[in-house]
């Protein structure tokens, strides 16, 4: 396993890591994302209607002087997004949609205003920011004893670029969805991200702490960095795969066979949980090494 020489293509693998980063925020301003109506405001309508289909709903609807979303759930059902309609608007639509489909049966009715759907969006940013920044602090105070040959603060920067790389990716990946299938980033894909950052910093953690562990076994020894961390990362390599394909497994059926309804969020999980697998093994460690080494070049 040792022959493994991951830290030879350092460069290859933080470059790769950039582009791809790079890529997701020109996604992102160009596209824009598609926001659900827990962040922009709107009405949702959960209805369960036989023999239609998404494009004769929505020009049902659309003929009842309604625009709106409609995406197909479990069986019969179907979720309708819609901007922010009364109940008196909510009533019509129905009694509208009834007169062709008199089986219709309506499950859930959710407005959220403009105003609310500002505020889930700050508190959601601030949930990640501060997220992150406990992060990165917890990190620097448990390799605070390493200071040798980087300090320990480094440790927790990169930490925080490899997050940066795990969230960006999906969010990416999603603003085009967003135009080609109707993804959208809500609430759900919030704890997605949150969820996502726990698994991929614990991965991101083991290896760095087997890192720390190596550091402090070859103190002695005439081992440069690099070829410390590159023995950290094959020691942890089995691990990080084994645990990587326990958690995708499960996600990947779920996504085959589960309802239309729970598919964006279970796609953002596999995304993120692919791209943190990544980034624990090919850009976490690699980076440090390439900050190593410029911090003697310019030293």
Sequence with gaps: ?????????????????????????????????????????????????????????????????????????????????????????????????QVTHPDLVEHKFDSVGPVIGAELKRNASIAVVVLLALIAIYIAWAFRHVSEPIPSWKYGVTTLFTAFHDVIIPLGVFAILGRTAGYQIDIAFVAAMLTILGYSINDTIVVLDRTRENLARYRHSTKSFGEIVNQSIVETLGRSINTTLATLLPLVAIFAVGGESTRPFVLALIIGIVAGAYSSIFFASPLLVLWEKWGRRTS
């Design 1 to 97: 396993m040792q022959a493994l020489n991951i830290i030879g293509y350092a460069k290859l693998w933080v470059t790769t890591s950039v582009l791809l980063m790079l890529a997701a925020v020109i996604t992102l301003i160009v596209l824009k994302p598609n926001y659900g109506i827990d962040f922009t405001g709107g009405s949702l309508l959960e209805i369960e209607v036989a023999n239609t289909s998404n494009q004769d709903l929505h020009a049902e609807i659309l003929a009842l002087g309604k625009e709106a979303v409609v995406q197909s759930s479990e069986g019969d059902s179907y979720f309708v997004r819609l901007g922010v309609i009364t109940e008196a608007e909510h009533q019509v639509l129905l009694t509208g949609l």
